[in-house]
């Protein structure tokens, strides 16, 4: 669908029947058309884009850059197909672009890392194992391939009609960009801000230490441009980017309350905060134990990142013994 004149908007679907889907976007100019993000590497994802530009009267001869917001398999997975079936050059940030061996090709050294934060968190050995096999399966769903050119905060990519600057904004992942046209005050902006979801963040090997102030930080750098029209890697496109921001801002403080609140009761652990509180989806009405293993990681990974700001705030203390983290309000 064109949305607005020079925009398209593909769906492309998750695999295994999941019901999401991820939009990219086919951004039109005198000098070649530049795609946002891939979707994930799957036969329907293939299919769908296919299918998709046809509807559009586009095609992937006319694509000259893929730029990938950030590495998640939603948005990175089919880019080498696309590269081949395109003849375009990936564009990604510097920092992301670091991180795709390790998550995708030899994910071992990973996979081990992440299970020892886990336990170290106070999650069950077994259970830690079973949360370290749930994210290893999804890389089927990723050809790994790495950029033709990368990018930094402040540069520029034009394809004629659209002058789109990078913005580097960390937080849902270390380096995700937003791609800004100043001129159209057009923000393209992966997972940085959706309209009916507020973004995971999560403390985990790749994610920095402080993911939660980065994020917050982000947010706050994208405010400071003038935007008419919000497209986001998933959900509809909106144009109120200050209203919702300050409702995903909203949000957060609200999740860091009741972390604080939890550890009123005393010594916890993050995995003891996780299994306390309620979860996404279904607005945290989901308990943790109903939770499926690569969900319950995520939860567990997003309490750390909400502890590490109240550490940061003065207002929590972390406490190390015996190779575990525990936590206590100040
Ligand atoms: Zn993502
Ligand atoms: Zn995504």
């Known amino acids: 669908m064109e949305i607005v004149a020079g925009v398209h908007q593909l769906k492309i679907p998750f695999p295994e029947g999941m019901e999401r889907f991820t939009n990219v976007y086919v951004i039109e100019g005198s000098k070649g058309n530049i795609l946002v993000d891939c979707g994930w590497d799957s036969s329907e994802a293939v299919w769908a884009f296919r299918e998709e530009l046809r509807l559009e009267r586009l095609s992937f001869d006319d694509i000259n850059w893929i730029v990938v917001t950030h590495i998640h398999p939603d948005h990175f997975g089919l880019a080498a197909k696309l590269r081949e079936l395109c003849g375009a050059k990936i564009v990604m940030h510097r920092i992301e672009a670091s991180l795709i061996d390790s998550r995708y090709v030899d994910y071992r050294q990973l996979a081990e890392a992440l299970e020892n934060m886990l336990v170290s968190n106070g999650v069950p050995s077994e259970e830690a194992a079973r949360m370290r096999d749930a994210s290893a399966r999804i890389a089927r769903f990723v050809t790994p391939i790495h950029p033709d050119v990368l990018v930094e905060d402040g540069d520029t990519i034009s394809n004629g009609t659209f002058q ?29 801000v959706m309209f009916d979801a507020v973004p995971r963040i999560g403390v985990h090997p790749q994610s920095g230490s402080d993911p939660a102030g980065d994020y917050a930080r982000s947010l706050e750098y994208v405010l400071e441009k003038p ?94 013994r015996n190779g575990t983290t525990t936590y206590l309000s100040k």
């Open 164 to 192: 789109l600057e990078i913005l580097h904004t960390p937080g849902h992942s270390p380096g995700h960009i937003c791609l800004y046209d100043s001129r159209k005050r057009r923000l393209f902006c992966g997972d940085h």
């Open 227 to 320: 935007v008419s029209f919000v497209f986001p890697g998933h959900g509809p496109v909106f144009n109120s980017l200050t209203i919702r921001s300050e409702e995903i801002l909203r949000r957060h403080a609200a999740m860091q309350r009741q972390i604080a609140e939890v550890l009123d009761d005393g010594l916890k652990t993050a995995c003891d905060i996780a299994r306390e509180i309620g979860w996404r989806p279904g607005e945290g009405d989901v308990s943790y134990d109903d939770l499926g293993f690569r969900e319950r990681r995520a939860a567990v990974c997003e309490v750390i990142a909400w502890l590490r700001r109240l550490v940061e705030e003065g207002k929590v203390a972390a406490l190390e």
